[in-house]
Structure formats: structure tokens, C-alpha cells
């Protein structure tokens, strides 16, 4: 390979280098909270209504004895 061969891979090199270390700047900025997310940020969505609100002190049925179904126990009649 001649010299300018050389160059070309040495300046792609060079500019990846480049561009990786920048990556890693926004990157550690962003999570580190000194930087605001760029452009292609996802939007700040709403958390669910169970998750916004407490929980509050409304009984409710639990599922227990009470609550069981059970079959009436009839007699068997003879035709």
C-alpha cells in the first residue's frame, strides 16, 4: 500500500476516535443530569392513575370463606 492509502485510514481512524469520545461526553452528561437529553428524546410520559395515586382505605372484599361459592346440597329424588 502506498502512502496515501496510509493517510486515508489514519484520518478514518482518527475521525472515529473522534466521534466515540464525543458519544461518551453526551453519554455521561446526559445520565449524569448535567446535560439535557437531545433531540431524539423520548417524551416524558404519564405514570398510570394506580401508581399517581396513594392507596386509600376502602375496604373491599378479600376472597376467603365468605366469599366461596357453594353448591346446594339437594336430595336426589326417585322417579
Do not use: H, K, R, Y
Request: proline share 14%; glycine share 8%; hydrophobic share 50%.
Amino acid at each position: 500500500m502506498g502512502q496515501g492509502a496510509n493517510v486515508f485510514f489514519n484520518t478514518v481512524s482518527v475521525i472515529f476516535i473522534v466521534l466515540t469520545l464525543l458519544v461518551l461526553i453526551v453519554v455521561i452528561s446526559v445520565a449524569g443530569g448535567t446535560m439535557e437529553a437531545p433531540f431524539l428524546a423520548p417524551e416524558d410520559t404519564q405514570p398510570p392513575p394506580t401508581i399517581a395515586q396513594p392507596p386509600t382505605l376502602t375496604p373491599s372484599p378479600v376472597p376467603g370463606a365468605a366469599l366461596t361459592p357453594t353448591a346446594a346440597v339437594t336430595a336426589e329424588g326417585s322417579q
